[in-house]
């Protein structure tokens, strides 16, 4: 049977062990990947991650990725399609909010976009302010954990985004989507920050002058396997985690109990 929320049936879904399945929601971008990758990859990515992990950890069903995310910082090359902090929280809770009411409480969101961090570990809060009942998972850093197999692999420096690592994942998972032969050289970068101290609005754009980082022509289908398998391996052994987690929800049935939560537990979409 598929792990994948869109694929099942609805009385296969509802057969499913409501209180051990974790129910992931993968969240990409669309966004500029150099020339040379697809506009989709993080989602398309993460997507792929997912599935695989939940074959490999069940029960487990995975919803369809999440494309439209926060990328204002891309806006300048074409095709990026960024939605505000406000309306991608939004989304997510009301993604969330109704995954609990067809009776799932563990939810976990697999990030594959560096620029969805702030706006996720915001969300976490968020819905702690808003007294939600669902026990919510966030894996903010998309690649988390697999620091020792990019050190075997990688060749080259810097590393970031549509490097050498994420077009190696791309060789692996959507060679159709490939179009490595338009990268002429290591990607031409700006200054980290405009301000060495301080964040600023033009950093990013200061730095990934051309939309992407390092030298994408070092890549290989197998460089992107052995991350692919790690980054698999990792989220299935975190989908156990989750599953076997037994003290978040006393922990935060506590704190609503403690922190006077109850008159707002009735704003949780039923």
Not at 69 to 81: D, S
Request: charged share 25%; aromatic share 8%; glycine share 8%.
């Amino acid at each position: 049977m598929s792990v994948e929320w869109a694929e099942l049936a609805y009385p296969d879904l509802a057969a499913a062990d409501r209180e051990r399945t974790v129910v992931v929601l993968p969240v990409g971008s669309l966004e500029v990947h150099g020339p040379h990758l697809p506009l989709g990859l993080d989602a398309l990515v993460v997507h792929r991650v997912a599935v695989e992990a939940a074959k490999r950890s069940p029960p487990a069903v995975v919803l369809p990725p999440l494309f439209y995310a926060y990328v204002p910082e891309n806006r300048h090359f074409p095709g990026a399609i960024s939605l505000s902090g406000s309306t991608f929280l939004k989304l997510l809770e009301e993604v969330c909010d109704e995954v609990y009411r067809n009776g799932f409480k563990r939810i976990l969101i697999l990030n594959g976009h560096g620029g969805n961090r702030r706006p996720l570990s915001l969300f976490v809060r968020e819905m702690q302010e808003k007294g939600k009942r669902y026990l919510l998972y966030v894996a903010v850093e998309p690649m988390e954990g697999l620091e020792k197999v990019i050190e075997e692999v990688a060749e080259t420096r810097p590393l970031g985004h549509a490097c050498e690592i994420e077009t190696s994942l791309a060789l692996h998972l959507l060679p159709h989507l490939c179009r490595l032969e338009r990268v002429k050289g290591p990607a031409r970068l700006g200054p980290e920050r405009v301000v060495e101290g301080a964040q600023t609005m033009a950093d990013w754009v200061c730095y990934a002058v051309e939309g992407y980082i390092g030298d994408p022509r070092a890549a290989a289908p197998e460089k992107g396997r052995r991350v692919f398998e790690a980054w698999v391996q990792r989220v299935a052994e975190l989908l156990e985690r989750i599953r076997r987690d037994e003290l978040y929800e006393r922990v935060l049935d506590d704190f609503y109990s403690r922190a006077n939560y109850s008159s707002r537990a009735g704003s949780q979409r039923a």
